[in-house]
């Protein structure tokens, strides 16, 4: 009878940020809590706690040292809390004390894994042999690790959405909220939302939009960057420079120190806007799903996981590839992307706005409970794997620990 899983569940952010990984843990570890029992699970949030555990519903939440992975100390906190399996989610080329420690067998490593790059180095997939199971957070990504000859792959699990929060709503409903986009009920309204921005191409896609706006001046479009205006790199300067500063609008930088807005308020944007623009290779695009969850389009890239998670929307393939750093990134022209939003506004124009199936198949793929039930066959499959295959020491049995009190004298 395998062992109840003790879950050490590590992706960076605590529940309390409105990051991606944050979104995730929020969702996905109190379900795995309902299963499994609060006691067995813990969050190990490094990068921004510090110094003290918190509780989170019962549910611990585990400072890190620094503000990177938390490899220093992320083995004294599965060892110190009797953990089974490490669940890591997100980067995984960086890992190395982790790799060493389950190459040594001091770890069951399960990795929550993105591919947001067309190139690695061998010695990141060598890295990843040591986990136990890599779990992708996309189809493309299950297929592009197994081409690398890993034998240890599972199937993809999509990354969730709370079906309660994304669904389409009325925009007519949110009049100020339109107001503090930029948006008006006559523009046609497209929305950005981008972290990381080095890595999204977002100077290519404000040059898409240029190139839109000067071919259709009727379209009065309006745009609303969700993002710092000066982040990794200085988007006012590159708006001002496009000349669409009398169009593009920016969050109250305030907001943003203050953690941003959150998963009800960004639903309400979501359904604010027309048009949702990705157009990058994704690891897995949140925003895309969160678009089709409230029927609204997405410009994405052919490359990445675009194409399996957006079913209303237009693919745009690359032209080049970003050379600049080691890990290659395929680019969009400027021109396809003012392709692909003139097709969506041609359509739009012909009154396809919004697509009812498309947020009914996305809720219904998407939603957390279903996303729970794949994690937890899976962890119990880990379990089965680590009893029938003795991946760990196994505890004496109570008999013989019985017998091993008495002296016994035996003569020969």
């Known amino acids: ?97 982790i790799s060493q420690l389950a190459s040594e067998n001091k770890i069951l490593w399960v990795q929550y894994a993105p591919m947001d790059f067309l190139n690695f180095p061998q010695w990141a997939f060598d890295l990843l042999r040591y986990a136990h199971k890599i779990v992708p957070f996309t189809k493309q990504a299950e297929k592009a690790f197994k081409s690398y000859k890993l034998q240890n792959v599972s199937e993809a699990i999509w990354i969730g959405l709370d079906t309660e929060l994304w669904k389409p709503l009325d925009r007519k409903e949110y009049p100020n909220t339109m107001r503090s986009l930029g948006f008006t009920e006559d523009s046609y309204n497209l929305l950005i939302v981008a972290a990381n921005q080095s890595r999204k191409y977002l100077r290519e896609t404000l040059e898409g939009i240029q190139h839109f706006v000067q071919a259709y001046p009727q379209a009065n479009t309006k745009v609303y960057f969700h993002t710092h205006v000066a982040g990794e790199r200085r988007l006012d300067m590159d708006v001002q420079e496009l000349g669409l500063q009398d169009i593009v609008s920016f969050p109250d930088p305030y907001n943003l120190v203050l953690g941003g807005i959150d998963e009800p308020q ?11 623009l990705d157009v990058t290779m994704e690891g897995f695009g949140m925003s895309q799903t969160q678009a089709q969850s409230c029927g609204v389009p997405v410009v994405c890239m052919s490359e990445g996981g675009g194409p399996e998670l957006v079913k209303w929307g237009i693919e745009v393939p690359s032209y080049s590839i970003d050379r600049s750093q080691p890990l290659l990134k395929p680019v969009p022209h400027p021109a396809q992307i003012a392709t692909g939003i003139e097709t969506m506004y041609l359509a739009y124009r012909e009154g396809k706005r919004r697509s009812d199936s498309v947020s009914a198949w996305a809720r219904e793929n998407f939603s957390w409970d279903v996303i729970a039930e794949q994690w937890i066959k899976l962890i119990d499959q880990v379990m089965e794997e680590r009893e029938s295959s003795c991946l760990y020491i196994p505890k004496p049995s109570e008999e013989l620990l019985e017998k091993s009190r008495h002296i016994m004298e035996v003569s020969s």
């Not at 991606?20 to 921004?48: C, E, M, Q, W």
């Not at 519903?57 to 490490?86: M, R, W």
């Not at 960004?266 to 949702?276: E, G, H, R, S």
Request: hydrophobic share 40%.
């Open 1 to 97: 009878m395998p062992e109840t899983p003790r879950i050490l569940f590590s992706p960076k952010d605590s529940p309390f940020i409105n990051s991606g990984y944050g979104i995730i843990t929020r969702h996905l570890v109190p379900r795995l809590a309902s299963h499994y029992g609060k006691d067995n699970i813990l969050v190990f949030a490094p990068v921004f706690q510090r110094d003290e555990v918190r509780d989170w519903d019962g549910v611990s939440i585990l400072p890190g040292l620094g503000a990177t992975f938390g490899e220093d100390v992320i083995y004294e906190h599965y060892v110190h809390q009797k953990c089974n399996i490490l669940l890591q989610v997100g980067d995984w080329s960086p890992l190395r004390a």
């Open 266 to 276: 960004l639903v309400v944007v979501f359904n604010c806007a027309d048009l949702v």
